[in-house]
């Protein structure tokens, strides 16, 4: 027996609220991926961590998505029992955890969005919104600051690291321009206060890489035309199997708690 998928309401403002929480919920997963295996005990308590914050900024927003749906789904079913192309997270966070340097820079790239796009939340013209942003800007704020010391220090470093970080840069920055394209969602929650449209976070977003980049001596890939569309439900072959892991309790034991 397994657990009845569930579908969400493609409202504009529920649409909205998942693409956050989903793009959280599945970086968390990613990150939790290197407890017990990260380069040094501290930093494998510091990725748990985030990935811990991550998944708290999910619940949130998942939880209060679900009380706008109008089905009364909680945290759990929005996140263990819809199909991959009712998820709404971007792209760059479901591509696999990589080596270190790749971890550690798809961070300081999430970290510099959700600290913009926080920023703007917190004078959203929803309350519970606007509450949820409060708390999860500190913390982006944090994982901004910690990730991009890493690409720095990897940066600067060995041949071997420097290596690894232009291999990173290589493989992540094309997928940087789904998380500023816009459409009907953005232009709903602009024209209702609910949150900013995500091409206004770009200037800001581009301004804290480019910081970053330059102290780790590592340049931005030219723009190109290619545009993700993982906040569309348009996933990449590897989200399928994260949604496996994640799901298999739930779908495996319907109705399980701890």
Known sequence: MSAASVSVSQAPAVQYLLRIGD???????????????APVLEEDIALANMALDLVGQARALLTYAGSLEGQNLDEDQLAFLREERDFRNVTLVELPRGDFAVTVLRNTMMAAFLKQLWQHLKESSDAEL??????????????????????????Q???????????????LWRYSAELFADDEVDEHAARTGLGPRWSELQDGWKADMAVVLEQARLEAPAPSKFVSAGKRGQHSEHMGYILAEMQYLQRAYPGGVW
């Open 23 to 37: 793009t959280a919920l599945v970086l968390g997963q990613r990150l939790a991926e290197w407890t017990g295996h």
């Open 130 to 155: 606007a509450a949820i942003a409060a708390k999860a800007a500190k913390e982006s704020r944090y994982h901004l600051q910690h990730s991009a010391d890493w690409v720095v220090r990897l940066g």
């Open 157 to 171: 470093g060995t041949d071997e690291s420097r290596r690894r970080m232009l291999a990173a840069v290589d493989q």
